[in-house]
């Protein structure tokens, strides 16, 4: 067995006959979705309150940021195993209790001012977080026609970008209004309790949802393709390439998007202020989720590789246009990368976990276990934009060389064994 990887699960799971509850499940999942957005990025305006209270540096506070992406490398493959034993329902569910878990540990961090316990909260918070992904985004996969995967998905994770779209504004009136006179930490207790309680209160209802179950059946333990016996998610080149695929994207997503306050603030491209900025930057969100729900029409029209293809192609084009501009070319185009960048991840998700059978689980979390390129990339391109002969501009050459990668995963690296003989 590889490092790292969980051993290939002994049941295959397919869909059931009857799919009188599909509609019902896809919509719960999106209610799921919408609340995941939301919830995650109400922690995220939490996030420069507690900087503030526990007196952080820079530096200490990138830990941030490596902690709850660092979840996705340390926990994915651990959430797969309790994927493949327990199913999705009940992987979804013990994904929203160990949220819960995480924004209960913010209280004792805030109380006892120990920024160390607020990380592990953190990475506690970010492992529920994955488990959901691990759990989720497979079983949307799964409830329907493969040929239509993609566009479920993105249908799906468009209810997430909407969350996070509503989430800034809803967080800027209720809690940093109220934040913002605080002069201690305990000031975080009740929002954290909320959070805590929203959360249950999902997982109690995601518990009591009578959802499609997808029913194991025994197989053998080596999967044959062609005349090649698998048996490991690994020997799937199209899952291997797809899973550079997500740490490519979620690098290059999360380093732009961490960067763009620090890029329209500069003079030659707007000149603004943080406030202002980060206004702007809710577009760029906004942008995603208007994607996502015009993507989720065009994926069930067009071959998904090729909208894959297409959109890596134009983040490229705008992304070299703004570095290449100033003013308000510079910055527009900049925000206009949300909406291409809206389908990529489900796409590459369900194009990599594509005839895995037997392996699905364990592909779903190599693939979460990619995510953590939000951690790499965006310290990548840090480093560069330090550099004074580079500077932060002209360092977005660190996302554009991952969409590249995109492009080709696209137009060829995601086709399976079967489809390239």
């Known amino acids: 067995m590889a490092i790292g990887t969980a051993p290939a699960s002994k049941k295959n799971y397919t869909?059931?006959?009857?799919?009188?509850?599909?509609?019902?499940?896809?919509?719960?999942?999106?209610?799921?979705?919408?609340?995941?957005?939301?919830?995650?990025?109400?922690?995220?305006?939490?996030?420069?309150?507690?900087?503030?209270?526990?007196?952080?540096?820079?530096?200490?506070?990138?830990?941030?940021?490596?902690?709850f992406f660092g979840a996705y490398f340390v926990m994915s493959v651990p959430s797969s195993f309790i994927v493949a034993k327990l199913g999705y329902k009940k992987g979804m569910v013990i994904g929203f209790v160990t949220a819960a878990a995480g924004c209960?540990?913010?209280?004792?961090?805030?109380?006892?001012?120990?920024?160390?316990?607020?990380?592990?909260?953190?990475?506690?918070?970010?492992?529920?977080?994955?488990?959901?992904?691990v759990a989720a985004n497979p079983y949307v996969a799964i409830l329907g026609s493969p040929e239509t995967a993609s566009a479920r998905l993105t249908l799906n994770q468009a209810l997430n970008s909407m969350g996070t779209f509503l989430a800034p504004f809803f967080g800027s009136y209720f809690i940093l209004s109220a934040l913002e006179h605080a002069t201690s930490a305990e000031a975080v207790e009740i929002p954290y309790l909320g959070l805590a309680t929203v959360l249950l209160v999902i997982a109690f209802v995601i518990s009591r949802l009578k959802l499609p179950v997808i029913e194991?059946?025994?197989?053998?333990?080596?999967?044959?393709?062609?005349?090649?016996?698998?048996?490991?998610?690994?020997?799937?080149k199209h899952l291997v390439f797809g899973a550079i695929g997500i740490f490519a994207y979620v690098g290059g997503e999360v380093a732009i998007g961490s960067y763009l306050v620090n890029y329209f603030g500069l003079p030659d491209v707007a000149g603004l202020g943080e406030k202002d900025a980060a206004h702007l930057v809710a577009f760029y969100w906004g942008g995603a989720m208007v994607g996502r729900f015009l993507g989720a029409y065009l994926l069930s029209k067009i071959a998904p590789g090729k909208v894959l293809a297409f959109n890596a192609l134009a983040v490229i084009a705008?992304?070299?246009?703004?570095?290449?501009?100033?003013?308000?070319?510079?910055?527009?185009?900049?925000?206009?990368?949300g909406l291409f960048n809206s389908i990529m991840f489900p796409t590459i998700f369900t194009l990599s976990i594509k005839n895995l059978g037997a392996f699905t689980t364990q592909g779903a979390g190599i693939l979460s276990t990619a995510i953590v390129g939000g951690a790499i990339i965006p310290l990548l391109q840090g480093t560069l934009a330090d550099i004074p002969s580079i500077t932060l501009r002209y360092a977005f050459i660190v996302p554009i060389i991952c969409y590249a990668y995109i492009v080709w995963f696209g137009a060829r690296g995601h086709k399976t064994d079967e489809e390239l003989a």
């Open 104 to 133: 209960l540990l913010f209280l004792p961090a805030v109380s006892l001012h120990i920024y160390a316990v607020f990380l592990f909260a953190l990475f506690i918070l970010a492992s529920g977080i994955v488990l959901l992904q």
């Open 216 to 236: 194991p059946e025994e197989i053998e333990e080596n999967t044959t393709v062609g005349h090649i016996k698998k048996t490991s998610a690994w020997q799937y």
């Open 318 to 337: 705008l992304v070299s246009i703004s570095i290449l501009s100033k003013g308000n070319v510079a910055m527009y185009t900049m925000i206009a990368v």
């Open 15 to 67: 869909a059931p006959t009857d799919t009188s509850g599909f509609k019902t499940a896809l919509t719960s999942l999106m209610v799921l979705f919408f609340m995941m957005g939301f919830i995650t990025c109400l922690n995220d305006i939490l996030v420069p309150f507690l900087k503030k209270v526990f007196v952080l540096n820079y530096t200490e506070a990138a830990l941030i940021q490596f902690c």
